[in-house]
């Protein structure tokens, strides 16, 4: 499962061994209105055709199939630069949760990337605005609206022990110092599946068979 608003693409590079796995990807669709999002994760949970999978969620992705994984069996979840319980968002998530400060973000706006780009202000913003152009599948108002406020306002609170979480060093997003019992990849940005998609193909089969 890809993170917020991305497209599968962004598993392109993942190359685990045809013989020994079968991967299925899956795609964010459009919530209904005032949908939960327990509601979402038991429509997505109706995708995934296998007894026993095994979920890989990015980032809020990783949080989807943490809520998949309450209503169907699977035999492991892994999640990467995600979070497994409210405890380990950063303080500026929670700020703004609890001030709802979330609902004044111009979404409207990501839908118009090139505008993004035009007037977007230094290297660093400029070449994350071109991977999102890249890897968005999703950028209807609606949906980023429901995910933005659905990713502050997961507020699992206790941790689920069999949950894998493989996390960055460098994430910038959800900063490793608020990570609990994670496998650290050195080097690892919030975007390392991207970048660091060799240490995931030489480390995954290990990972999700043993």
């Known amino acids: 499962m890809p993170g917020l608003a991305a497209s599968p693409k962004i598993f392109e590079k993942i ?62 979840t892994i999640i990467i630069s995600s979070v497994k319980c409210a405890d380990e968002f950063p303080m500026r998530m929670k700020l703004a949760k609890n001030t709802k400060a979330y609902k004044l973000i111009p979404t409207s706006m990501f839908s118009n990337v090139e505008f993004l780009l035009k007037y977007g202000m230094g290297e660093r913003v400029k070449e994350r605005l071109e991977l999102y152009k890249m890897y968005l599948s999703v950028n209807d108002k609606k949906y980023l609206d429901w995910a933005i406020e659905n990713v502050l306002l997961w507020n699992r609170k206790e941790i689920d022990e069999k949950v894998v979480h493989i996390h960055g060093d460098n994430d910038d997003v959800f900063p490793i110092k608020n990570i609990k019992n994670c496998i650290v990849v050195k080097g690892g940005t919030h975007a390392m599946i991207l970048f660091k998609y060799k240490w995931m193909n030489e480390n995954l089969p290990r990972i999700i068979t043993e």
């Open 15 to 76: 190359q685990l061994p045809e013989e020994q796995f079968e991967v299925h990807l899956l795609e964010w669709f459009l919530p209904k209105p005032n949908e939960t999002l327990e509601g979402y994760a038991e429509r997505m949970a109706e995708e995934i055709k296998h007894d026993d999978a095994v979920l890989i969620g990015v980032s809020f992705g990783g949080i989807l199939v943490q809520e998949i994984a309450k209503i169907k069996q699977v035999r492991k």
